[in-house]
């Protein structure tokens, strides 16, 4: 096994090596006898050296005044490694923040007619979470898709999805399904343009010849809208 290769791979560098070797072939040596094997400047040597004793692999003892250096057991490796995986899982969590705060992709796609409106009630269902929305007006969803809304809600209970709705104090007509919770807020806070946030994503409904969808995939978005949504939520009242 080419243990030099090896020993590069754990981190250490070559110098290092040469003089880890040669202690272990020779035994305690002064940096003058390690010159002498290694071929090395005596300068780097004693680098290398003081590399090797902060790392515990070498230690060092007077004799005579000369200062000789024993290599430690090739087993002090391993707990070399285990101190490098010890300093490296305390830095793990800062490493995961600084991967979550990265930039993010924000995609924006757009889609128009029935079949626009179809992929966004598919896309939701593929999420499966939960659902949220605001300045929803059920009546008009009810008289343009009323087959297309039957199949969303069977599968959503299907999937024990649920939903969560702010409507204005006005609205005339809402859907009676358990997994529905609606709220009423008044007709000042409402918006004609649907907006309805699922995991990472908000989509948006506009009315029209043909309608149009407008879906943005984006986290920061996403949780911006959710915020939005909650503080709406706490003053909404639960009945008219």
Not at 83 to 107: C, D, M, W, Y
Not at 127 to 150: C, R, T, Y
Not at 158 to 181: D, N, P, T
Not at 222 to 233: I, R, V
Request: aromatic share 10%; hydrophobic share 40%.
């Amino acid at each position: 096994m080419d243990c030099e290769r090896i020993l590069q791979q754990i981190g250490l560098k070559g110098g290092e090596i040469k003089v880890y070797i040669a202690l272990l072939k020779s035994g305690p040596a002064s940096v003058h006898e390690i010159k002498k094997v290694t071929q090395m400047h005596r300068t780097t040597i004693y680098d290398f050296l003081d590399s090797l004793l902060n790392k515990g692999l070498v230690s060092s003892v007077k004799e005579n005044n000369v200062t000789l250096y024993h290599a430690k057991r090739p087993e002090k490796l391993l707990n070399f490694l285990k101190e490098k995986e010890r300093n490296l899982r305390k830095i793990l969590p800062e490493l995961a923040n600084i991967e979550q705060t990265k930039k993010e992709k924000v995609q924006v796609c757009v889609y128009k007619g029935f079949e626009g409106f179809k992929y966004l009630l598919t896309d939701i269902i593929n999420e499966g979470k939960e659902l949220i929305s605001f300045g929803v007006d059920e009546s008009i969803f009810e008289e343009n898709f009323p087959d297309a809304m039957q199949w969303f809600f069977q599968q959503e209970r299907a999937q024990k999805m649920r939903e969560r709705i702010l409507v204005s104090e006005k609205a005339k007509f809402c859907y009676s399904y358990k997994h529905i919770h609606y709220k009423f807020i008044p007709k000042d806070y409402f918006v004609s343009v649907p907006t309805l946030v699922y995991g990472n994503k908000v989509a948006n409904v506009i009315w029209g010849e043909p309608i149009t969808i407008i879906i943005v995939e984006s986290t920061a978005l996403a949780k911006s809208h959710k915020k939005h949504f909650e503080l709406l939520w706490k003053i909404a009242k639960e009945k008219i």
